[in-house]
């Protein structure tokens, strides 16, 4: 087995940005995993009402959806710590 150099990372600012606030439909098929991505806006006519709107989808393989909730989950655990606190 050899070592394969490190792969680069390549910051993109032109990369779009997706704000969300809610993802309401989720759908598995076989070993992919897509989440639709919805933002609550408002229609700016007269007595206009909340609609939601789909921003996105995104598909990806189960394993890195198991990989992708863990990381999250122990990011927003570590945020909850107040700063200096031991583990």
């Known amino acids: 087995m050899t070592n ?3 792969i680069a990372y390549l910051e ?3 990369a779009p940005e997706l704000i969300i606030d809610d993802i309401p439909f989720v759908a598995t098929t076989g070993e992919m995993v897509t989440l639709v991505l919805t933002r609550l806006r408002y229609d700016n006519s007269e007595g206009g009402s909340p609609v939601k709107v789909v921003v996105g989808r995104l598909t990806l393989a189960r394993g890195l ?7 999250l989950q122990e990011y927003l655990e570590a ?3 107040p700063a200096g ?3």
């Open 4 to 6: 394969s150099p490190p």
């Open 12 to 14: 993109d600012l032109k």
């Open 65 to 71: 959806a198991e990989v992708i909730t863990r990381q």
């Open 79 to 81: 945020q909850k710590k």
């Open 85 to 87: 606190a031991a583990e």
